[in-house]
């Protein structure tokens, strides 16, 4: 039995920076998910549409692989980290830093 991709019925990822979109095609793509950039030049035609239908788009080859794409994506796309104190000098930091801001210490020694 040779069954068919199912086609995409939506874009799985939209984002106004182009750069956002080909890093998570690309966390996609090393799951084994291909996906399809549309969009990718749409950008000058701001202005005469609306901006967000010029932004860039990701959709998908096989409409099988959504749910386990969307997981992928949430995972790809957190940066929710959360603040730490420094253990050198119990400063508080935020989460995306790796280096104290005040002393230089290390975000590692204060886990």
């Given at each position: 039995m040779n069954v068919q991709p199912r086609q995409a019925v939506a874009p799985?990822?939209?984002h106004p920076n182009l750069y956002q979109?080909?890093?998570?095609?690309?966390?996609?793509?090393?799951?084994?998910?291909?996906?399809?950039?549309?969009?990718?030049?749409?950008?000058?035609?701001?202005?005469?549409?609306?901006?967000?239908?010029?932004?860039?788009?990701l959709w998908l080859v096989d409409e099988h692989d959504r749910m386990e794409a969307k997981r992928l994506i949430v995972e790809a796309t957190a940066t929710a980290l959360e603040d730490w104190?420094?253990?050198?000098?119990?400063?508080?930091?935020?989460?995306?830093?790796?280096?104290?801001?005040s002393c230089g210490g290390d975000r590692s020694a204060a886990q």
């Open positions: 799985i990822y939209s979109v080909v890093n998570v095609q690309n966390s996609l793509r090393m799951h084994q998910i291909e996906t399809s950039l549309r969009n990718e030049f749409a950008a000058g035609g701001s202005g005469e549409l609306s901006p967000i239908d010029v932004w860039p788009e104190l420094c253990s050198v000098c119990a400063e508080s930091n935020g989460g995306a830093f790796e280096l104290c801001w």
